[in-house]
T-cell receptor
Framework: GQNIDQPTEMTATEGAIVQINCTYQ??????LFWYQQHAGEAPTFLSY????GLEEKGRFSSFLSRSKGYSYLLLKELQMKDSASYLC?????????????FGKGTKLSVIP | GAGVSQTPSNKVTEKGKYVELRCDPISGHTALYWYRQSLGQGPEFLIYFQGTGAADDSGLPNDRFFAVRPEGSVSTLKIQRTERGDSAVYLCASSSGQVGAGNTIYFGEGSWLTVV
């Protein structure tokens, strides 16, 4: 089966840095995605990792360690608009190479 | 269109009724997906289309759920004899290629279904 774990909620201060962790146990691995979802809106793509290491994209970075089944999303210079749920999703051949298996999401609250 | 379009955005129906949810994917995207998201949960895979055919419908919870994509573009998710447990957001998504090759899935805003 596929199992993806991430913290349910996090709170951070405007201007700070926050790291959202994701661990996964899947049947094979084809890549890991991070999505942002504001309340009542569609998930929007943030990042994709398939090889070990850090991918940086502006204020957002994502890290992957395949041997540890671990990823994190790093958000820098937090803004109030970053308050949202962050979804970790894995593409694994065991579940069909066209499927994404999602975690439950981490609800991030940015406070002044 | 510019993005994935779903209608209706909200639907309230009585238990036992039939419901249709429509999805118009991004133009040119051959892959289309339906996911279901309950409150406090991540999206859960329902069905995947490549072109007109359902390549994988293993996520459909039971035979009350059915989806079609007759011309390889617009898709309709059909739910018969709705139950209160069917209440959720039904998300449609599309991609230009196989997810395993790193292609991104783009989601629509979802259809919020409430069964009373």
């Amino acid at each position: 089966g596929q199992n993806i774990d991430q913290p349910t909620e996090m709170t951070a201060t405007e201007g700070a840095i926050v790291q959202i962790n994701c661990t996964y146990q899947t049947s094979g691995f084809n890549g890991l995605f991070w999505y942002q979802q504001h309340a009542g809106e569609a998930p929007t793509f943030l990042s994709y990792n398939v090889l070990d290491g850090l991918e940086e994209k502006g204020r957002f970075s994502s890290f992957l360690s395949r041997s540890k089944g671990y990823s994190y999303l790093l958000l820098k210079e937090l803004q109030m608009k970053d308050s949202a749920s962050y979804l970790c999703a894995v593409n694994a051949p065991g579940a069909g190479s066209y499927q994404l298996t999602f975690g439950k999401g981490t609800k991030l609250s940015v406070i002044p | 269109g510019a993005g994935v379009s779903q209608t209706p955005s909200n639907k309230v129906t009585e238990k036992g009724k039939y419901v249709e949810l429509r999805c118009d994917p991004i133009s040119g995207h051959t892959a289309l997906y339906w996911y279901r998201q309950s409150l406090g949960q991540g999206p859960e895979f329902l069905i995947y289309f490549q072109g007109t055919g359902a390549a994988d419908d293993s996520g459909l919870p039971n035979d009350r759920f059915f989806a079609v994509r007759p011309e390889g573009s617009v898709s309709t998710l059909k739910i018969q004899r709705t139950e209160r447990g069917d209440s959720a957001v039904y998300l449609c998504a599309s991609s230009s290629g196989q997810v395993g090759a790193g292609n991104t899935i783009y989601f629509g805003e979802g259809s919020w279904l409430t069964v009373v």
